[in-house]
């Protein structure tokens, strides 16, 4: 398959491509193309219009092999489903400028011949497709379309054909036109464009600045960044300090303080300062790369809404075809046939529920809500039942540095916050940074160490003075690395009896200290409960691992009578199977709300599985929905949003099945002559698409 150069100028140029591949598919993958602005695709004259900066005849080669990549091929040959097949061709503006120039012109034609070609001439497409569909796939909204126009060039009503015919062709115009938006609207988040970043290498043992283009960083590079650029990996900062705009991720219009230690995403802008990012995912693992992962899915995906729609304006189309035989059959009059045979359902039940979903995942993403498809919107609106896992959800999974208790008398609380933060400033855990922060603050003396070795799960060894350093868990200093816990073990039961985490520090052999930290219930979680509350969730439960005192506490204060505490990991999802099998035989939805690995089975078990902005990426990849901001309050500006598209769903299905049914009516009666079927007809289809296509503003309090 091959292309050719209609047209160019400085920044625009226009092709025509040669057969027969998804316009959608194809749009998409030329949207992605680092070059490409943005692509308009006409797929009846077989034309792609783009704007670019770059080389044009890369660019070129690059569509050409989009053309021909099996992705498209295939994709195309499997997609019957797709919006898109509502009509087997959907009119171009070429279209529309030829079927309102048969309006304006057959009047003043003497010839009846000459009005009958020229009529004839305009409406070919519309009876083409309508015969088409007819012979594919029996009687559809398309083919009673065809039937009404080719009966009023029967009567030798001119101006009948002709003025349905250009409604019908203007109004599937303006209809491919809002489709177009509605993916327009969601695409928003995945124009992030590759580019050339900067990255340190070591070069004669001196750091070194080397450009390069964004996809061949890999992971473990340091990337730097400075003012005016985007981030192109996700990452941690190891040094520098930036205010970066983080919008186009979060939706959070004010600039975010970032220094070392905080994670930044790809996407995002350095809008003041300069920063060096420790690589940690590249390419397509990246945010944005993930989330443009997300969109095709979006796209394509049909929620029960629009099966239910679809499938009942399939089943109008034998009542209006039924309504038409019979008028005429009553009266003799083909001309009120043809009015009947205008006011078919298909339109209006068809666009306006996918456009409204779209809209929504587009407004959602705006508030930094990623949606995974229309039935991710539809089944979080029917969630009635929302389990929390505790940590870096209702808290904030931040730990702060409650007290350091010291074992060695010569050895003071300060001095032990020392040695641990010299050993932990080498890692990003959020233990670590805790601990960083927390002797940063009270005059930190750094302690000489050796080389840092990290062991997963379990802590951080080195050695100080060749005298070895271990800080982690009890279960590695004590069952590992064989620390006597006995002699402070009274001690220790006292310091841990109100269920503070502890990380524990050895010295030479022996244990030196104990430091507690806390994780503190995030400002905001009480709110977000009483706003999901009040849009209709019935039941809140909180699972944590935390002891039965500190679950009970931390329950009673967000106002939540049900949890399980000193849960194991693994217990998760075996609790939510329990739950969701009580809210099934009680006819309720259960959403999931967590962040860690652990809690990817939980979500994708879930009815609605909402992934939280710091989770670990399997738990955002298993999530139904992912937040984008570190809001727990997302959670219910999701659920609200969900609730105010169902709600424009239905009104808009009431609004269609009312109208057109008064239409049928009217025009069985001869009261609408098949010009005003068509006027009323396609003007409340519009309508209701540019309802369907408003954005959704969720209220709340900030």
Partial sequence: MSIRLLHKTKDRARFS??????????????????????????????????????????????????????????????????????????????????????????????????SLGFSLLASFPLLKSGLKETLTQGITSRSLEAAAVAISLYLKDYKAANSTNFMLTLGEYIEELTMYKSDDLIKELAKQKGGMAWIETIEDNKPTLKQIPSDKIQIGDIVVVGAGDTIYIDGHIIDGEALINQISMTGEATPTSKSRGDRVLSGTIVQEGKIKIWAEAVGDDTATNRIKSYIQSTLDERSNQELSASKMADSLVPITLSLAGLSYAMTGELIRAASVLQADYSCALKLTTPVAFKSAISSAAKEGIIVKGAKSLESLQLSDIFVFDKTGTLTNGDLEVLKVHSFHKEWDANEVLNLAASIEEHYFHPVAQAVVKAAKGDNFHHFHHDEVTFIVAHGVKSEVGQKSVIIGSRHFLEDDECIDFSEHQEQIENILKNGDTPLYIGFDGKLLGVILLKDTIRPNAKKALDRLKKSGVKEFIMLTGDSESKASSIAKELGIKSYYAELLPTDKAHILDEIMLKAQKNGHKVAFVGDGINDAPALVRADTGIGMHKGADIAKASADIVLLRDDIEAVADARELAISCLSKVNNSFKVTVGVNSLILILASLGKLSPIQTAIAHNGTTIALLLNALRRIKIKKDR
Avoid at 17 to 36: K, T
Avoid at 53 to 79: A, M, R, V, W
Avoid at 92 to 106: P, Q
Wanted: hydrophobic residues 40%; without cysteine; aromatic residues 6%.
């Fill in 17 to 114: 491509y040669f057969g027969s591949v998804d316009p959608l598919l194809l749009r998409v993958a030329i949207d992605s193309l680092p070059s490409v602005k943005n692509v308009r695709i006409n797929s009846i004259i077989k034309s792609i219009v783009i704007s670019y900066n770059g080389d044009l005849d890369e660019i070129q080669k690059s569509i050409e092999n989009i053309l021909n990549s099996n992705e498209i091929q295939s994709q195309n040959k499997s997609k019957k489903d797709s919006y898109i097949a509502l009509r087997s061709e959907i009119p171009s503006s070429v279209e529309v400028v030829r079927a309102a120039s048969a309006l304006a012109v057959a009047p003043f034609l003497n010839s009846a011949n000459l």
